[in-house]
């Protein structure tokens, strides 16, 4: 099986300190707080399935933060797509 090779995550220290923040405080949503454990782990290196492994987590949602911090920083990890999801779910079908 041939290794994957990651795209290196690399924090600056203002993204270190906001992320270390997130996780810190008591008033963030605890889907954020987990996000900014994520992207903390990646960028102390390691694959997917480490970094997995040491947070409790399935290595596809470790592979999903870590790509979207990558190409979108801290604002795509923010960003929640299931409203769209269910918008379109929920919308009444068109009558024949």
Same mark, same amino acid.
């Given at each position: 099986?041939?290794?994957?090779? $990651? =795209?290196?995550?690399?924090? =600056?220290?203002?993204?270190?300190? &906001? $992320?270390? =923040?997130? #996780?810190?405080?008591?008033?963030?949503?605890?889907?954020?707080?987990?996000?900014? *454990?994520?992207?903390?782990?990646?960028? &102390?290196?390691?694959?997917?399935?480490?970094?997995?492994?040491?947070?409790? $987590? &399935?290595?596809?949602?470790?592979?999903?933060?870590? *790509?979207?911090?990558?190409?979108?920083?801290?604002?795509?990890?923010?960003?929640?797509?299931?409203?769209?999801?269910?918008?379109? $779910?929920? #919308?009444?079908? =068109?009558?024949?």
């Amino acid at each position: 099986m041939a290794v994957q090779h $990651l =795209s290196p995550l690399i924090l =600056s220290d203002d993204e270190r300190a &906001e $992320l270390t =923040s997130l #996780t810190k405080r008591r008033k963030t949503a605890q889907a954020l707080a987990l996000r900014a *454990r994520i992207v903390q782990t990646c960028a &102390e290196g390691g694959q997917n399935k480490d970094v997995a492994a040491k947070l409790g $987590l &399935e290595r596809g949602t470790v592979g999903k933060w870590r *790509r979207r911090f990558v190409e979108q920083r801290w604002p795509g990890c923010m960003m929640n797509r299931a409203p769209a999801r269910l918008a379109r $779910l929920t #919308t009444p079908a =068109s009558k024949p």
